[in-house]
């Protein structure tokens, strides 16, 4: 398994590769890999890839001020063992200073599928995301790049951007991993007491008891009521369209039912597509 540190050595190699005939992949991780992430690696080994490229990044350009990127988990020894165990050929591991260089001020904006949900609550988001998967697809020269459906929104954002900006390469969605308890995946899991833990189960709980067929406004209360009587902070319960993430009326099949709400201070997403 290759380590790469320094942007264009990787940026070398995998266009080798690529002009070699070699199918790549690449999965984008903030690491603090857990079996979600690894589920990821597990998808493009199935799809064929001759070169799993594992980028581990936490991203300071989509975190807002206040947010927890100074304590957000990280392990780099560990994620190295994980990736070599789960089949990853090669592992990039940049910093800041080498992804963003001096007096950098070239982004990339996706303005229709991030302005609602989590882009609404965390401002820059997704011009974070954006910027640094557009650099990880210059870098990598992957034939497709696979995400975790946990983070919908993400999924869709990138998409639209590899369809607009003409990128060559395929976008993979894989499930979403869940604990035995049925809690998402998440590194920000770790941050959870056992009380918190207990609490956030509400999210799956509250998803799987959505109904098509039935109005919006009826079963949005009804989960955030159930949300809130486990205890934890709402911050949206929303239902809209699989693709155009537009709000609909109705609970009908195709529709997602996209949840975030905090557990303590720990910010949590979760989704079902009905």
Known sequence: MKIFREPKKLQKWAR?????????????????????????????KRRGADEIIVSVFVNPVQFGPNEDYDKYPRDEKADLAKCRRAGATAVFFPTPKNMYLDRHSVYVSEEDLSKGLCGARRPGHFRGVCTVVAKLFNLAHPDFAVFGRK???????????????????????????????????????????????????ALSKSLRTVKTGCLVSSERRRVRRMLEKAGLRVDYVEFVDGETLEPVKTTKKGACVLLAAFAGRTRLIDNRVL
Do not use: C, W
């Open 151 to 201: 983070d919908y929104q993400q999924a869709q954002v990138i998409r639209r951007m590899v369809r607009d900006l003409n990128f060559d390469l395929s976008v993979v969605v894989a499930p979403i991993v869940r604990e035995p308890s049925g809690l998402a995946r998440s590194s920000r899991n770790t941050y959870l007491s056992p009380a918190e833990r207990e609490m956030a189960l």
């Open 16 to 44: 080798g590769r690529r002009t070699a005939g070699a199918k790549i992949a690449l999965v984008p991780t903030m690491g603090y890999l857990h079996e979600g992430h690894l589920s990821l690696i597990a998808e493009a």
